[in-house]
């Protein structure tokens, strides 16, 4: 992923210039703590709310990155690999399934005898879940691969793995920790691969938010969403959507914590979207029409909660922060959730929180992309 294009920045605030600096260092040590991250953007005085503005002076590589052209089918592994008009129009197939699911019509059933390889790397609850029953609603057969099964790279090279199960199945869906694992299963694998969720991106949670996002406001386009925690996956696969489908997006983290620089590039040269990457939670939230949050510590990252908790003060989601957002925002969360530390059991149970509609609609919208991967 990694980028090539020389770009230089200017900062603007509201108060006299400070200094942004674009650093490459993998590994920081804090504490006592070796904490490997992506490259990120360091800004000085978070207090003060600012805009990060870059010209790109030559071009980023593709993010098409299956390493051969396949015939037919197309992987799903980072949103921008499609246009608005094809993103638009997954989402919209997502709403004319789940209506009919939701009407209990079973007659539905694209997916009658196919069968989906899932490979877990990374456990996880909601992701196996809506894959599994969405994909035997419209009548296919999954099969769940957990971590001892497989040991993707350990007891079996990943390009063996995906050659294999190429041969039994007509889809593969994985959830693994290291991005390349996804892009070399896609790269070896003749059937549609599904990034079910890496540590660099998270594309089938952020096409849910989508879908979630137009059933309760309308529309997508225009919006302000506003994330505040850790810039982490599902922060990049956000700008990897506003590189996209136009709409105003800010990422809120403690400094040191805002999303891989390159992703952040990338977004902004796309020219789409209206971007920020701020320090200020208080001042992002001001006229959001949705404010998202996720956990400070992610799978992998467990031994660094506590530190985390100490970094992230300030950046809870609770009463006082939704307040200021305004009362017509929303409050979204991928979950699993926390609560009482990146965001209070009150704005989790609010009347204006769609935590839960959201997590629904990981199945419809899974089910949209296996659709059309498959040619549907």
Not at 113 to 130: E, H, Y
Not at 168 to 194: C, E, G, T, W
């Amino acid at each position: 992923m990694a980028a090539t294009a020389a770009i230089s920045c200017h900062l603007s605030s509201t108060s006299s210039p400070d200094s942004v600096s674009l650093s490459s260092a993998s590994s920081l040590s804090r504490s006592g703590h070796t904490i490997r991250r992506f490259p990120s953007v360091f800004i000085s005085s978070p207090a003060i709310r600012r805009r990060i503005s870059c010209q790109t002076v030559s071009s980023a590589p593709s993010s098409s990155v299956n390493g051969k052209a396949k015939a037919g089918p197309k992987d799903f592994l980072h949103i921008d690999d499609f246009d608005k008009d094809t993103i638009l129009s997954i989402l919209d197939r997502a709403k004319e399934v789940k209506a009919q699911i939701k009407s209990g019509d079973r007659t539905y059933l694209p997916f009658k005898g196919k069968t989906m390889a899932m490979i877990f790397a990374k456990p996880s609850m909601r992701t196996r879940v809506s894959f599994e029953t969405g994909f035997h609603l419209l009548g296919g057969h999954a099969i769940y691969l957990g971590p001892d099964d497989i040991q993707m790279g350990k007891r079996e090279e990943t390009r063996d793995i995906a050659r294999v199960l190429s041969r039994y199945n007509d889809i593969i869906m994985a959830r693994v920790f290291a991005h390349q694992d996804i892009l070399d299963l896609a790269k070896y694998a003749s059937i549609p691969v599904i990034n079910g969720l890496t540590d660099y991106n998270h594309p089938c949670q952020i096409m849910a938010d989508a879908l979630t996002i137009i059933e309760h406001t309308g529309q997508l386009e225009g919006k302000k969403v506003v994330y505040v925690g850790d810039g982490n996956n599902i922060v990049h696969s956000w700008l990897l959507l506003a590189s996209v489908v136009p709409f105003h997006f800010v990422c809120a983290s403690p400094r040191g914590y805002e999303p891989d620089v390159r992703t952040i590039k990338r977004a902004l040269k796309a020219g789409v979207s209206k971007i920020e990457i701020t320090n200020d939670p208080k001042e992002a939230v001001r006229g959001a029409d949705v404010v998202y949050s996720d956990v400070w510590a992610s799978m992998g990252q467990k031994e660094e909660a506590e530190y985390r908790r100490q970094v992230f003060l300030g950046f809870q989601v609770n009463e006082e922060l939704m307040e200021l957002a305004g009362p017509k925002a929303y409050f979204m969360h991928c979950l699993p959730a926390e609560r009482g530390v990146e965001v209070t059991n009150g704005v989790v149970e609010a009347p204006n929180s769609i935590v839960f509609p959201q997590a629904e609609n990981r199945m419809h919208a899974q089910n949209a992309i296996m659709l059309h991967v498959l040619g549907l």
